[in-house]
């Protein structure tokens, strides 16, 4: 094999691990939308207003935040000798960044509503005001919206790790 072959079969590699982890992003960004819609219908919310912005927030930051985990579990995949180890770190990150991914969507939806009393941009206090604005819309993410993902999410969760560690490896 010459080395063009290696490089070639290294490309098609990378594009296909691509590929399968965008299918597995847009898999697991269902996943979490039909798990929130079902929370909601379960706690009788499901005729409110912005119901369909929250589903469509929780699958954008469920999808961006599988893509964040592929790429850093991707890129430490050869550190971790042992499956579970790995296995471990991708329940980890999949739940991390799912929820910091969510969780910043959230919060930049948030400073959209807020900005219109808010100070021109780039001055102290608008800084100041962007900033607190920010982190009162990640903990309230952090209060209110993280428990839509339990207690169903947790085997959603333990499922797409092992896809997830199956797809990176």
Not at 47 to 54: A, C, E, P
Not at 140 to 156: A, T
């Amino acid at each position: 094999m010459t080395k063009a072959d290696a490089n070639r079969m290294l490309r098609v590699s990378l594009v296909s691990s691509a590929v399968t982890n965008l299918g597995f992003a847009l898999l697991w960004g269902a996943c979490c939308s039909a798990l929130i819609a079902w929370q909601m219908f379960s706690l009788e919310r499901f005729h409110g207003f912005h119901l369909s912005d929250l589903i469509v927030l929780y699958g954008v930051g469920a999808s961006s935040g599988w893509l964040v985990a592929a790429v850093g579990l991707f890129g430490v995949r050869r550190l971790f000798w042992r499956n579970w180890l790995l296995y471990l770190l991708a329940v980890t990150l999949l739940a991390t960044a799912t929820v910091a991914v969510t969780s910043g969507l959230f919060a930049l939806q948030y400073r959209s509503f807020y900005a219109q009393w808010h100070e021109h941009a780039f001055t102290r206090i608008w800084i100041l005001q962007f900033l607190f604005t920010s982190a009162s819309a990640v903990y309230q993410f952090l209060v209110i919206g993280l428990r839509y993902y339990f207690p169903l999410g947790m085997p959603l969760l333990l499922g797409a790790a092992a896809i997830l560690v199956r797809s990176v490896r």
